[in-house]
T-cell receptor, first 116, second 112 residues
Framework: EPEVTQTPSHQVTQMGQEVILRCVPI?????FYWYRQILGQKVEFLVS????????KSEIFDDQFSVERPDGSNFTLKIRSTKLEDSAMYFC??????????????FGNGTRLTVT | KNQVEQSPQSLIILEGKNCTLQ??????????LRWYKQDTGRGPVSLTI?????NTKSNGRYTATLDADTKQSSLHITASQLSDSASYIC???????????FGTGTKLQVIP
């Protein structure tokens, strides 16, 4: 069964550094998302991406965050200058239709980002 | 403010027993409600998706119910197995675009 893959599984970085989290969504999916989950807390929406542009973003997704689909397969989340509070598990997800329709979101297994 | 509340926060049951997890939401407008299973350190996996017109949806030993009038949903697990140990997350879509609201989850532990 096709799956969403994320790399790396764990990333450690120093405060102020830039990080890029990578995702390969399911190949025929059109909608892509990033979520984060701070340890012990609920999953939070960051951003959705469709047709090569951001379709919606949360208040968490400020100017230090950006997303890109540099080619036909990868979907990346860049954090420009990491802060301690960016430490979290970041999940990529994809779907074939929008979330308001009855199609499941397929999640990757996440990248655990630790900012020191 | 859109909110999704789940109860209990955690639950321990014996293998083979049944259990029911609850989800109350205030998300409006409402498009659909999903239940996900999240194993520790893994991404959530979809169990069921229900629209406002659906009262119940089953997926193997998992049965979800929805009362759109009272804005409540439940997930019933029958004949629990050790592999059911996970967090179960209720997720509600507001009918907008992708700003789904996640509940805090119920952590289920099935013991032998």
């Amino acid at each position: 069964e096709p799956e969403v893959t994320q790399t790396p599984s764990h990333q450690v970085t120093q405060m102020g550094q830039e990080v890029i989290l990578r995702c390969v969504p399911i190949s025929n999916h059109l909608y892509f998302y990033w979520y984060r989950q701070i340890l012990g807390q609920k999953v939070e929406f960051l951003v959705s991406f469709y047709n090569n542009e951001i379709s919606e973003k949360s208040e968490i997704f400020d100017d230090q965050f950006s997303v890109e689909r540099p080619d036909g397969s990868n979907f990346t989340l860049k954090i420009r200058s990491t802060k301690l509070e960016d430490s979290a598990m970041y999940f990529c997800a994809s779907s074939d239709v929008g979330a308001s329709y009855n199609s499941p979101l397929h999640f990757g297994n996440g990248t655990r980002l630790t900012v020191t | 403010k859109n909110q999704v509340e789940q109860s209990p926060q955690s639950l321990i049951i014996l293998e083979g027993k049944n259990c029911t997890l609850q989800c109350n939401y205030t998300v409006s407008p409402f498009s659909n409600l999903r239940w996900y299973k999240q194993d520790t350190g893994r991404g959530p996996v979809s169990l069921t998706i229900m629209t406002f017109s659906e009262n119940t949806k089953s997926n193997g030993r998992y049965t979800a119910t929805l009362d759109a009038d009272t804005k409540q949903s439940s997930l019933h697990i029958t004949a629990s197995q050790l592999s059911d140990s996970a967090s179960y997350i209720c997720v509600v879509s507001p009918g907008g675009y992708q700003k789904v609201t996640f509940g805090t989850g119920t952590k289920l532990q099935v013991i032998p």
